[in-house]
């Protein structure tokens, strides 16, 4: 890791991370979905840390190695739910580069969304996506050994 001691030169770093965990960890959405989503959005960015982490961690719930191989490419794979595949809708136009110049989350994706999932856990999932971009970056910058391996 680049800066090992982060929680003490930037001492406000731990409750901004605990406050995007709480925030996240309300009960509108399963913690699968969140990894999901997490694992999703370190696809795209190509975030080593983030795709081991989050692997990890839906293995550890249980999730099958199918499910989880699948997650590259939900959209035509079976297993998935409305509201996972709502989830990863949203995380495909928040993550993936804007090549066409169209509104990224457009108004007809988030109504698709908005039918699998209600106001709460769609608030929850904006913050979900938030908290992926700022894990993403902070693993990004820092570079953490992926996990297993020691600094």
């Known amino acids: 890791m680049r800066i090992p001691e982060i929680n003490q030169l930037v001492p ?6 605990g406050a995007l965990l709480k ?3 309300n ?4 913690r699968t ?4 989503v997490h694992l999703r959005a370190g696809q795209l960015v190509g975030n080593t840390y ?11 719930a249980g999730e099958t190695e199918d499910r989880i191989a699948t997650v590259a490419s939900w959209w ?8 996972e595949r709502a989830a990863l809708a949203l995380t495909e136009a ?5 090549t066409r110049g169209a509104e990224r989350v457009s108004d007809e994706l988030f109504a698709e969304a908005a039918e699998h999932l209600d106001e ?5 999932l904006t913050v979900v996506l938030a908290s992926a971009g700022f894990w993403m970056n902070v693993a990004l910058v820092l570079k953490p050994p992926p996990l297993g391996q020691a600094a």
């Open 76 to 83: 035509d794979a079976p297993g998935f739910t409305g509201a």
């Open 12 to 17: 406000e770093f731990p409750e901004v991370a």
């Open 27 to 30: 009960g509108s959405l399963p």
């Open 94 to 98: 928040v993550f993936r580069p804007n």
């Open 33 to 36: 979905t969140i990894s999901l």
């Open 50 to 60: 983030q795709v081991l982490r989050h692997t990890a961690d839906l293995r550890k």
């Open 120 to 124: 709460k856990a769609l608030a929850t």
């Open 23 to 25: 925030a996240t960890a």
